[in-house]
Each structure stands twice: as structure tokens, then as C-alpha cells.
């Protein structure tokens, strides 16, 4: 339906992707985001910064529709979440350690699960879909490993088939929770590239990082969290860079004021 | 006489290949999503079923597949909400289910501990003519199912929280595969039994994949198992005169163990063979 009326793959870049408007939400018990607003607009890239615990990754397991609205509003592509169905312009990488469950799977099966929001439970895949999953896997570096088992995998490769499967869906908007936890450079800058590649077509991206590395250059807003409120939402500033490095470089190091952010 | 000449082992046979069928081509899907054990509690939960259709006069199929996918939307409904005290709800659905089944049958007219066995452990002599026609049509029902549904349910067992996100009906696809696991589990009980039914969904799936690398080709490669254990372990039953579920079960633990053995034995001669991998050194980030 939207497809139809999508003009092409470039999105007009003004038009909002993400629209947050004073969210409350949590799992069970108390809360977790105390009435956060954000605003992603199409082709921008937006960080989500914070400690663990500030609620950075309720706010996009919120956005994605995983954790239930306890009031306020979500907005994806202009249409309330309750009402959104196009979910195949959405890329979701989820926060994982592993892509593997209790049966082996191969990088071309879990990336191939990307395009599944493209086709109706009864039509087959045809050659288009298989070409957007080989284009996909091609663009997050694993070519030739089609066939292996992610358990197979490094971390860092078994997160870049999560990225591929995001990708396959051909997304206007990615969200992507902690994507540079605990992984090698080659796979920050894999998914750095391939970032680029889609917010060059109109993409927004929100992300949400402990570590920018390569990151860093396609950052266009900053949104800091801090215990369920958006404590900064502006240009990245040389201190969150300092402060970013510093917990780069040092992970376990001791930190004076840490979730401060340089933030007053 | 050879066995194939017998009436009921004909039955029988048609049945096994059937249930050889169903019972690994779910399961596959229950040991990705690491439930390997819920078919076991949803066996337990069938017998009540049956145990109901001795009491109301009707066939104890039936009343079973009633009982048991209404359990196992139960089950799933309690898994999905993800509480604490969940499992303890799952232990008495379990064991209340098959206490009551058992209770039922002993006071039901024509329940004794013989019939009572023939459902908890499988008996070949107990497929009748009728049950061919609703086995063979709960099969193929499981079948469609599990197969036409195949990237929808990989998706969901594979990671819910991406299927979600992907727009997929996850907690109608979650509750479709606990019905399928019910409806095997009754289309099963007759040759393996309630108690056994759970290790012909497993013990199959666990074996394939110590040799295979791709989900299609465990699914399959499970499938292709499940038929040739169920078929050989019936004939097996045959002659040896033992019930049939725990024949089929010994025999496809006995093959896990080889298949597994052997895989093991073959990692450790190359691992003998080869230089060892080499200690890489720590890449340093800039």
C-alpha cells in the first residue's frame, strides 16, 4: 500500500520517521521512561547515549512497539503505533550476544527472516527477495559465508547477520540496540558503511551506543538518557566524544561523575 | 506369516510412517524455540482427554485432541506471560493432567491398567480401522501446517522479539505451533504413547543436527529419521513382542548416541590431525 505511494527510494528527508511525544512506558512494576519526547526525522542519524539502567534501550524496545505504551504517544512515518502495519519499512537489531537458537541455521536462512514483512505467508520468495537478501549479506562483509552455521561465527560476525537481516528488508528507518557492544573494529566499520549506504537513500537511523568508533562521523544528533529523561538533545559535543573514548579505551576504568555526560 | 501380512500391523504401519512424520517436523520448531520438554507436558494433559472419551462413551481420540490443544493454548498463554510463578502453573497443568487421566480411566466402565497402558506407552495392536482415517487426517492437517507456515515459524522460534518487529503475528503463531504440538501428541499416542510421544519429537531433531549445518536440512533430515525410526522400531516391537513406543524410543536414543558418538570421535581425529588453532593475538582498537 505505502509502497505505491512512496515516489522511490529516496525519502522527502523533512518528514518525520520517528516522532516520541511524552512517553511512559516500562515492564512490569514501575516505569522506566518518566515522559520522553524525540523526534528522528527521515535521513537523520540519531545516537541514543546514557549509562545502563537511564532507559536508553526501553526507549527504542518502545519505539519498536516490544514494550507497551503506558501513555503518551509513538508516532512511526506520520501513523500511531497502534495503528502501523508497514512494519517493512522498519529494521530492528535487536541487543544479542548470539543470532543461534536451539537448531543450526545458516547465515542465508536468519537473514532471509528480514524480507519475510515484504511477503504475504503464502507467496514464495521470488528473485527479487533473494536478490535483497544476497545484497544485504554482501553489505555487512559476508559474502562466501552464506551457507555456514551463525553458531559458527565470531560475535562480531553473528551481529553483522543481524544488521544483514535488518537490511534485507530494504528499511526507511533502523533501529539498532547497542550494535557496537563488545564487537571487533572490521564489523563497526562494516556497519558504519553500510549506515551510510542506507541513510544516503533517505534512511533514519536510531541507535543506540556505548561505543560510536566508526560510528561517529554519521552522527547527527545526540540524545543523552538519564534515568528515564532525555537529559540533552543536541549536536554531539567534544565532551560526550571525550567521555565516549575514555569508556572506549578504559571500559572497566573509574570514572568521576560518569553519568553525567559533562552535563550540567 | 510376516508381519506386513497381519491386518493390524498394516494399520499400524500406515500410522507409524504418519507419525514419524508429524512428530519431528513440530518438534524441530520446539527444540529451536528450547522447549524440548513441552510435548511432554501436553502428553500429559492428552490423557485426560482420553480418559474423558472412555467415561462419555465416545472415541478417546477425539475428546483427546479437544482436551489437549486446549491445554497446550494453556500452556502457551502462561509461557507468554512470562511470570515467575508460571512454572509452578505448568507443573500442576502437568501432573494434574495425567493424575486425573489416570484416575478417570480406572473408574471409567471399560478402563482397566492394560488399556490404561496401551495410551501411555503405545500398543501396535490398538490401531484401528477408524483411527487410520483420523490419524491420517490429523497428519496431514500438522503437515500443512508445519511445512506451508515454515519461514513464518523459523522466524518466531528464531528470535520472537525480531519477529515481532518484522510484523509477524507472533502470539498467533506461538499459540498455532503449542496446537500442533497438541494435535501430535494425539495422532502419536496410539503408537508411542503420551509419555513417549515427547522423545519422537526430540530425539530425532538432536540427532540431525549433529550432522547438519542449515535449519532446512535438520528439519528434513529429522523428518526422514523419525519415519525410519518409527517404521523399525514397530517391526521391532513385532517381533520382539514389546510395546511399541518404548521400542521406537530406545531404538532412536541408541541411534543419537552412534550419530553423536561418531561425530564426536571424528572432531576429536581431526582436532588430533591438524595443528592446533593457532593463539591469535589481541587486536588492539585505535
Request: net charge positive.
Given at each position: 500500500m505505502t509502497d505505491v505511494e512512496r515516489a522511490g527510494p529516496t525519502q522527502p528527508t523533512a518528514k518525520s520517521a520517528v516522532t516520541v511525544r511524552a512517553v511512559v512506558s516500562g515492564y512490569d512494576g514501575d516505569p522506566v521512561l518518566h515522559g520522553v519526547d524525540l523526534d528522528v526525522a527521515g535521513g537523520q542519524v540519531v545516537a541514543l547515549l546514557g549509562t545502563n539502567g537511564s532507559g536508553k534501550s526501553t526507549l527504542v524496545k518502545t519505539v519498536a512497539g516490544l514494550i507497551p505504551l503506558r501513555s503518551g504517544e509513538v508516532e512511526l512515518f506520520g501513523t500511531p503505533l497502534a495503528q502501523f502495519r508497514d512494519w517493512a519499512r522498519v529494521g530492528y537489531v535487536p541487543q544479542r550476544t548470539t543470532a543461534a537458537a536451539g537448531v543450526p541455521a545458516t547465515v542465508r536462512e536468519i537473514v532471509s527472516a528480514g524480507r519475510l514483512p515484504r511477503i504475504p505467508w503464502w507467496r514464495p520468495s521470488n528473485g527479487h527477495d533473494r536478490t535483497a537478501v544476497q545484497d544485504a549479506i554482501d553489505q555487512v562483509a559476508?559474502?562466501?559465508?552464506?551457507?555456514?552455521?551463525?553458531?559458527?561465527?565470531s560475535g562480531g560476525q553473528q551481529q553483522r547477520v543481524l544488521f544483514a537481516r535488518a537490511l534485507a528488508t530494504e528499511p526507511d528507518l533502523l533501529i539498532l540496540d547497542e550494535p557496537t557492544a563488545g564487537v571487533d573494529l572490521v564489523t563497526q566499520q562494516v556497519l558504519a558503511a553500510s549506515l551510510a549506504q542506507r541513510v544516503a537513500h533517505g534512511a533514519a537511523v536510531l541507535v543506540v551506543a556505548h561505543e560510536l568508533g566508526p560510528l561517529l562521523a554519521l552522527i547527527d544528533r545526540a540524545v543523552v538518557m538519564r534515568e528515564g529523561h532525555v537529559a540533552y538533545d543536541g549536536p554531539l559535543t567534544d565532551d560526550m566524544v571525550g567521555r565516549l573514548e575514555e569508556d572506549h579505551v578504559h571500559p572497566h576504568g573509574p570514572h568521576t561523575n560518569r553519568d553525567s555526560w559533562g552535563l550540567r | 506369516m510376516n508381519f506386513w501380512q497381519y491386518a493390524f500391523m498394516q494399520r499400524a504401519l500406515i500410522a507409524a510412517v504418519l507419525v514419524g512424520l508429524s512428530a519431528p517436523a513440530v518438534g524441530t520448531y520446539l527444540v529451536q524455540r528450547r522447549l524440548s520438554l513441552v510435548g511432554d507436558g501436553i502428553g500429559h494433559i492428552a490423557l485426560t482427554g482420553v480418559a474423558l472419551g472412555f467415561l462419555l462413551g465416545t472415541a478417546p481420540v477425539l475428546t483427546a485432541v479437544v482436551v489437549a490443544v486446549l491445554g497446550a493454548i494453556l500452556v502457551e498463554t502462561i509461557m507468554a506471560r512470562g511470570k515467575a510463578s508460571g512454572d509452578v502453573a505448568l507443573a500442576l497443568l502437568f501432573y494434574g493432567g495425567i493424575a486425573l487421566g489416570v484416575l478417570l480411566i480406572s473408574l471409567s466402565p471399560g478402563g482397566n491398567s492394560s488399556t490404561l497402558l496401551t495410551y501411555l506407552f503405545g500398543s501396535l495392536v490398538s490401531v484401528g480401522p477408524g483411527d487410520v482415517a483420523v490419524i491420517a487426517l490429523l497428519a496431514f492437517v500438522v503437515l500443512a501446517v508445519a511445512f506451508g507456515l515454515r519461514r513464518q515459524l523459523f522466524a518466531v522460534c528464531q528470535d520472537p522479539e525480531y519477529a515481532r518487529v518484522a510484523g509477524l503475528p507472533v502470539s498467533a503463531l506461538n499459540i498455532t505451533l503449542a496446537a500442533l504440538t497438541a494435535v501430535t501428541v494425539t495422532l502419536s499416542m496410539r503408537v508411542v504413547g503420551v509419555l513417549l510421544i515427547s522423545a519422537l519429537m526430540v530425539v530425532p531433531v538432536a540427532t540431525a543436527q549433529?550432522?547438519?549445518?542449515s535449519f532446512r536440512a535438520t528439519l528434513f533430515g529429522a523428518v526422514l529419521l523419525g519415519v525410519a525410526l518409527s517404521v523399525s522400531g514397530l517391526i521391532g516391537s513385532f517381533y520382539l513382542d514389546t510395546p511399541s513406543g518404548p521400542t521406537v524410543v530406545v531404538l532412536a536414543v541408541l541411534v543419537f548416541v552412534v550419530v553423536a558418538g561418531a561425530v564426536g570421535l571424528r572432531h576429536r581425529w581431526h582436532l588430533h590431525r591438524k595443528p592446533g588453532p593457532q593463539p591469535q593475538p589481541l587486536t588492539v582498537r585505535p
Open positions: 559476508l559474502s562466501g559465508k552464506e551457507r555456514r552455521p551463525v553458531a559458527e561465527l | 549433529q550432522v547438519t549445518r
